[in-house]
């Protein structure tokens, strides 16, 4: 039986210790408590996570971080885990499923050009305020081999979610997605990501929250583009998953730290976006806990003009 | 009288060529496949 700690008790950390409960040695702490000794340490804190990962490093564990902020993100990768040991770098959303979906996606590809990232919703209320802060900082997107800095809440582009989410205005924002992705497919030529925000979350990004966050958010959607050649042929996959963030990103924190414990990661700092992480037993995991993945099919329908 | 007969001759032409584009148009069928469909992990074979 494998022990599993799982530091932060919000919306993510709660979950996260159901989806591990079942036969295992699971407990949940707050970010202040003392930690009891285990194999597994998964941090569903608000960020920064670094400095609790080194904490837990130290100590032995694994560790399966959930952050999605790009400052904690970075230092994240700097980490350094002792030999033998894991840091699984933004096991959630989107970061998270969404490298997993880019992995699967570019098997349909002989040449993969861009990876393009969007999601709708936000989990908890700390997830809600750094959607917040997303918006109001700049983005970062990966273009023809150079970094591109651009303000957080322009780009609008309409893009299609899973039912029965739907389609959303998305829009340039803060997110790690691009770097994680470029680390794992150095030879696409664009990664960009995007959120879905209403005019008020735009207008409203540059100030302080003008009022309290909601406790959790009830609709939430991850989607991935890539574009590149399959043979002589241009090709577009488009993969996603409709859940509410919170549900979601406990869920892939949850199934990532069973593998883990299980030792199908390879050692040392990884995300869910590289090669060698075994990206169809964790989607195939998911699946059978109840996530519905799913492609986006083209038509061949043309038109009559 | 005049203005009438124009706005009567407009009137006219515009149906008739909305009556000719409905019957002899070729709008096409909407899309009866496509959309999201679910994604069989292990299944799912990449093409060759």
Redesign the interface.
């Known amino acids: 039986m494998t022990s599993y700690l799982v530091v932060g008790v919000g919306a993510i950390g709660r979950r996260v210790v159901e989806h591990l409960g079942e036969g295992e040695d699971v407990m949940g702490v707050g970010r202040h408590d003392q930690w009891p000794p285990a194999e597994v340490v998964v941090l569903a804190t608000p960020s920064p996570q670094h400095e609790l990962a080194t904490r837990a490093l130290a100590s032995g564990a694994h560790v399966v971080s959930t952050s999605d902020d790009l400052d904690d993100v970075d230092a994240l990768l700097l980490v350094r885990p002792p030999d033998e040991q894991r840091l699984v770098v933004a096991a959630a959303a989107a970061p998270g499923l969404s490298g997993l979906l880019a992995r699967?996606g570019a098997?349909?590809l002989t040449q993969l050009d861009e990876i393009h990232v969007q999601s709708v919703g936000t989990g908890g209320p700390t997830c809600a305020i750094q959607h917040h802060r997303a918006l109001g900082g700049t983005s970062l997107g990966w273009h023809d081999g150079a970094w591109q800095e651009r303000p957080a809440g322009t780009g609008r582009e309409l893009c299609w979610f899973?039912?029965p989410v739907g389609a959303h205005d998305c829009y340039r924002a803060e997110l790690a997605d691009p770097v994680l992705l470029h680390r794992a497919f150095p030879e696409a030529d664009r990664i960009t990501a995007r959120v879905a925000a209403t005019r008020r979350d735009r207008l409203t990004a540059r100030l302080p929250m003008l009022r309290d966050p909601h406790p959790e958010g009830l609709v939430g959607a991850v989607r991935v583009e890539l574009r590149g050649a399959?043979?002589t042929a241009r090709e577009v996959v488009v993969?996603?998953a409709a859940q509410p963030l919170a549900g979601l990103a406990a869920l892939v924190a949850a199934e990532t730290a069973r593998q883990v414990a299980g030792g199908a990661m390879p050692p040392g700092v990884v995300t869910l976006a590289d090669a060698e992480v075994p990206t169809?037993a964790l989607?195939?995991a998911l699946?059978d806990r109840g996530l519905?993945?799913?492609?986006?099919?083209?038509?061949g329908?043309?038109?009559?003009w | 009288m005049k203005v009438f007969r124009r706005a009567l001759l407009a009137v006219g032409s515009a149906g008739i060529i909305a009556a000719v584009l409905r019957i002899r148009g070729r709008g096409g069928v909407p899309p009866q496949k496509g959309g999201w469909t679910e994604l069989r992990v292990d299944g799912e074979a990449p093409p060759a």
């Open positions: 699967h098997t349909f899973p039912e399959a043979g993969l996603g169809n989607l195939g699946a519905r993945l799913e492609r986006f099919e083209g038509t329908a043309r038109t009559a």
